[in-house]
């Protein structure tokens, strides 16, 4: 492949896209087999569940036939993928309402939440990471090697109580509680998810910078960098010119690959901050085994995981000029 | 002994600093308990959320206990949980993957396969989903949170085992007509305990990580046993006064795994491979 001509790299950049475009569903698909049948192997089944203890024999099959649990797993299975993609997840069991409802009213607040720490965190991880990988084995570099090495082993509720007992307790700046509702301002709304935001944001920032310093660091021993600084180009100009373009890829792998922490972040930063967002959904729906709403919920998880990572595995493709040359 | 005493002193600060909370938090798991000043369950103070006193040296929590004896025994179950999930984990993963490395491409590729699949599920995402279906007693909590993080140990151990099974000395075993199991036990793994073993402290720290967030949202040890994260859950109600009983648990799980961290650092060793 790295002897193709110009004119044919395009489109052998399209061809390893789409097979990594392949594999990537493919795996979606293993990973929905592994969650269902994991989902099913609960003691007891939902009929029994929903019906408790004090149900007869016959009640219990005649909610089983109208739940359809009393078809073969397989068939099962089927119809519950064959939903997941038509966006019919089936009916939560708590809420006795349909799963998409459900997830439709937390779903964006999760995306916002996201968006916004992303937003934050991005630009900081960058500074940090470009500025000590610049400085690499001085001061500054070893104070923040610490610093994000102990940031990145702190749990996210320490990080949270010691937010809300600076801002809401001492200062009382902001709410110890996340407020978010579609009838508020965006001043109000920011004031109210600014914690949440804080608190997701410093833990990621610490990840994503150390990833960048090493991506930069990596560039940093090459012989074409060796050879810039003999020629006496300014520093900032070999990180901007020389090293960025090809730090890209590593870089955008390490972006996506702390936002794929936000996920799982999400599910404690949600919880403590009763943030109404899909990860304190997934949490309730553990605490009341609502297993439709479960499945649905880490599908959604899953699925977001892998759009990360194809998107960094694109961005490398794309970024490979002997692949991207016309 | 001595060489190990050596190699200590030869650590950077952030070294002696993180092998100090190590051996500390690894000797409040052993001997804490024992020190404790007064029963884990007993109702000792009159006031809830009391400040630290000679009495009470961390104050008291929600119910008015002793939040040093409370933490004291919480530790024994964090660390003691962490450190036999993390074991199980590096051991599972490990030993899959010396298999791979002399199976053949007939046992690594569907083994491969299937690791690269549960690695794309996040690992909070995985246990949740795991407690919902199997629940969350103690050994149930040690081997979800082994199993969810097998496949990132597999990862790590495969690539060593896959580099050392072509090295010419294993080449030479396997001309001498040595058996797989002799080449994986006796030829590949001495070479690779180092960087598996700094991978088992990583796996330790996000193994801490995951426990105390489960008990943290009330899904992981349940009570009477309490852990730290269930120590911080059960007196959320003291985040609103800055409760020390809130803050004492949460600051000692951060110091044990920030202790660790800063060990493996210092040894020299870049841990690769999946984030919590």
Redesign the interface.
Known sequence: MAGASTRSGMSAALTLIGKRFASSLL?LL??SM??FV??Q??PGDAAQEALGQSATPEQVAALRHEMGLDRPAHVRYVSWLAGMVSGDPGQSLVANMPVSEVIAERLPNSLLLAALSALVALPVALAIGIGSAMNRGGRIDRAL??VT??M???????VA?IA??IFS??LRWLP?IAMASSDMGWGDYLRGVAMPILTLSVIVIA?MARMTR?AVIDQMDRPYVEMAVLKGVAPVRIVLRHIMPNAIAPIVNAMA??L??L??GA??VE??FNYPGLASL??N???S?D?PL??AC?MI??AA??IL?LIADVTAILANPRLRAQ | MGNAFQRAKALPLSGKVGLALVIFWLAVALFGPMLAPYPVGAFVAYDVFDAQSAKHWLGSDYLGRDVLSRLLSGARYTVGLAAAAALLASTTGTALALTAAVGGSKVDEPLSRFMDMLISIPSKIFSLVLVAAFGSSLGLLLLIAAFTYVPGNYRIARALAVNLAQMDYVQVARARGEGRFHIAIAEILPNMIHPLLADFGLRFVFIVLLLSGLSFLGLGVQPPDADLGSLVRENISGLGEGALAILAPAVAIATLTVGVNLLIDAIGFSGKGKGR
């Open positions: 795996t293993l990973v592994t969650i994991i989902a192997l609960l090697n610490i090495l102990s990145v082993a702190v749990p996210e509720f320490l109580t809300v007992l307790v001492k110890s990840q090493a690959l702390s794929s922490y996920l799982g599910v404690i919880t403590i997934m949490v729906a553990v605490t085994r297993m479960l499945q880490a998880f899953c995981y892998l990572m």
